[in-house]
């Protein structure tokens, strides 16, 4: 028997191992623990010990690293932060492929780190379902893949996925506007989405819809645009032409929220608010000078991918994820996607990126 089968079957057997488990969906926190005092009763439990030491250097961990080109804002920064985290550590090597929107191309890109031998693989595919014959493929020769945003269709494609929370968007940008029109049950709601054939946009549709029924309010007006510049200036002059008073915008994208803006300006319409939707350092600059009608983003975190590379490094490494007490790498990390205002948004300003 080969060394490389043997080395796929021991991989298939750990994978299996790892699906009988309970997956678990774990939110990164930023915060640590809020008090240094002891339990009351230190006899009632076993001490948990955080997991300590895991940026020390250790083996030479080579990841590589595949995404979409980055045709707007938000998938640059992706790349860019993949980038910066991996420089951060002295014990990794990004080999970077040429970011490409052809799902062919991307293939071949993994299936040369196999070949490569890498000793992990961050992808953050063009298409989920096109790349889960060949994520399987690089998880059966014994190397662990950190899938980022987009989904495999297959459980076996990975061995972690890092998520943003698409139904939470718009469940955090329902909940917002509720706070402020919550009293005024007659306010109008309108919705700029990104493009209605993609499961995300359906999701944070339906998070939306779903937060504002929870104060009795509707998305009483709906254009869908198509994550651009331009299709989102075309969707919102066509919305507000259609829609004479308006009191509230939710925007799902902040890149095609540039056209969004234009629009608005264009129109001379300063009636209502809106909230943007990913956090870009546009917007939040916005925010900040309290210069236009933005008020709020919801965040889907551009930094997903330099999750992936933490996550491949310590997978590698075969370290736990600091500050749980369970063993191992999560097999699920969703990102929580908050609200930023006035009040927090030099909190959030560093993880922005440019439109």
Same mark, same amino acid.
């Given at each position: 028997? /080969?060394?490389?089968?043997?080395?796929?079957?021991?991989?298939? +057997?750990?994978?299996?191992?790892?699906?009988?488990?309970?997956?678990?969906?774990?939110?990164?926190?930023?915060?640590?623990?809020?008090?240094?005092?002891?339990?009351?009763?230190?006899?009632?439990?076993?001490?948990?010990?955080? !997991?300590?030491?895991?940026?020390?250097?250790?083996?030479?961990?080579?990841?590589?690293?595949?995404?979409?080109?980055?045709?707007?804002? %938000?998938?640059?920064?992706?790349?860019?932060?993949?980038?910066?985290?991996?420089?951060?550590?002295? &014990?990794?090597?990004? +080999?970077?492929?040429?970011?490409?929107?052809?799902?062919?191309?991307?293939?071949?890109?993994?299936?040369?780190?196999?070949?490569?031998?890498?000793?992990?693989?961050?992808?953050?595919?063009? &298409?989920?379902?096109?790349?889960?014959?060949? !994520?399987?493929?690089?998880? &059966?020769?014994?190397?662990?893949?950190?899938?980022? @945003?987009?989904?495999?269709?297959?459980?076996?494609?990975?061995?972690?996925?890092?998520?943003?929370?698409?139904?939470?968007?718009?469940?955090?940008?329902?909940?917002?506007?509720?706070?402020?029109?919550?009293?005024?049950?007659?306010?109008?709601?309108?919705?700029?989405?990104?493009?209605?054939?993609?499961?995300?946009?359906?999701?944070? /549709?339906?998070?939306?819809?779903?937060?504002?029924? &929870?104060?009795?309010?509707?998305?009483?007006? +709906?254009?869908?645009?198509?994550?651009?510049?331009?299709?989102?200036?075309?969707?919102?002059?066509?919305?507000?032409?259609?829609?004479?008073?308006?009191?509230?915008? %939710?925007?799902? @994208?902040?890149?095609?929220?540039?056209?969004?803006?234009?629009?608005?300006?264009?129109?001379?319409?300063?009636?209502?608010?809106?909230v943007g939707g990913a956090g870009s350092l546009d917007v939040m600059?916005?925010?900040?000078?309290?210069?236009?009608?933005?008020?709020?983003?919801?965040?889907?975190? /551009?930094?997903?991918?330099?999750?992936?590379?933490?996550?491949?490094?310590?997978?590698?490494?075969?370290?736990?994820?600091?500050?749980?007490?369970?063993?191992?790498?999560?097999?699920?990390?969703?990102?929580? !996607?908050?609200?930023?205002?006035?009040?927090?948004?030099?909190?959030?300003?560093?993880?922005?990126?440019?439109?």
């Amino acid at each position: 028997m /080969s060394a490389r089968t043997e080395l796929a079957r021991s991989s298939r +057997r750990r994978r299996t191992v790892a699906l009988a488990a309970v997956a678990t969906t774990a939110v990164l926190l930023a915060a640590g623990c809020t008090s240094n005092e002891p339990p009351e009763d230190e006899g009632s439990a076993a001490p948990q010990v955080a !997991a300590e030491g895991n940026d020390e250097p250790g083996e030479k961990v080579v990841i590589g690293f595949s995404a979409p080109a980055a045709d707007h804002g %938000w998938m640059g920064a992706i790349t860019q932060s993949a980038v910066d985290t991996a420089d951060q550590y002295s &014990d990794v090597e990004l +080999r970077q492929a040429e970011a490409t929107n052809d799902v062919n191309v991307q293939i071949s890109q993994v299936e040369q780190f196999i070949n490569d031998g890498v000793d992990a693989i961050v992808l953050l595919p063009f &298409d989920g379902a096109a790349l889960t014959e060949v !994520a399987t493929k690089a998880m &059966d020769a014994g190397i662990p893949v950190i899938n980022v @945003d987009r989904e495999f269709s297959s459980p076996f494609a990975a061995r972690a996925t890092v998520l943003g929370d698409n139904y939470g968007m718009g469940v955090s940008a329902g909940t917002y506007i509720c706070e402020q029109l919550g009293d005024t049950p007659d306010a109008v709601v309108a919705e700029v989405a990104g493009i209605d054939s993609l499961p995300l946009t359906q999701d944070r /549709s339906k998070g939306f819809k779903d937060a504002l029924s &929870d104060c009795g309010l509707d998305v009483d007006a +709906r254009v869908a645009a198509d994550f651009t510049v331009q299709g989102g200036e075309t969707a919102t002059s066509n919305l507000l032409q259609a829609e004479p008073k308006i009191d509230a915008i %939710w925007n799902h @994208d902040d890149d095609q929220g540039v056209g969004v803006l234009a629009a608005i300006e264009n129109a001379g319409r300063d009636e209502f608010f809106m909230v943007g939707g990913a956090g870009s350092l546009d917007v939040m600059e916005h925010i900040k000078a309290d210069d236009s009608v933005l008020q709020a983003t919801v965040i889907y975190p /551009s930094t997903q991918a330099a999750d992936g590379i933490k996550l491949a490094r310590l997978v590698v490494h075969d370290k736990n994820m600091g500050d749980l007490v369970s063993a191992g790498v999560p097999r699920t990390t969703q990102l929580y !996607a908050p609200v930023v205002t006035a009040d927090n948004v030099d909190q959030y300003m560093s993880i922005g990126f440019r439109s």
